[in-house]
């Protein structure tokens, strides 16, 4: 492997096992994702600043999207759950990250692995 190419000898490996393999590489990229999303919503959970705790309570992992592209993953704050002292919707995310940021510490501590994890997923399971 250099930078971000993956090299790998295919050696003898079938032409029906080299058409899966794509689809398997997507399975294990999104295995990570989901991993490191799931990281990174814990981490900004704890870096949050925290009030009534709804806003901390509403940072989610989400999958999906338009016309159901299922290999999405985001991680969302905000708009999602009522503020027990306001009643309304909590939708002050962006605001509350622009002073006092939550989400972007959380995605620069995540972003260095995910593609040395994808890379190493993939790998392994083109081996296996």
Known sequence: MTGNVI?????????????????????YAEEVLLDQAHMMKGLAQILVRVDTGSLRDSIR????????HWRTVRVRAGGYVTNPDTGRKVDYA???????????????????????????????????
């Not at 090299?7 to 399975?27: C, H, I, N, R, S």
């Not at 990250?97 to 972003?111: I, T």
């Open 7 to 27: 090299k790998y000898d295919f050696g003898g490996v079938l032409k029906t096992d080299l058409a899966q393999l794509p689809e398997q590489m997507l399975d």
């Open 61 to 68: 992992v989400e999958r999906g999207g338009r016309k159901l």
């Open 94 to 128: 962006a605001v509350v990250e622009r002073k006092y940021p939550f989400m972007q510490p959380a995605w620069d501590s995540v972003k260095g692995t995910v593609v040395l994890m994808i890379e190493q997923r993939v790998v392994n399971g083109v081996e296996k």
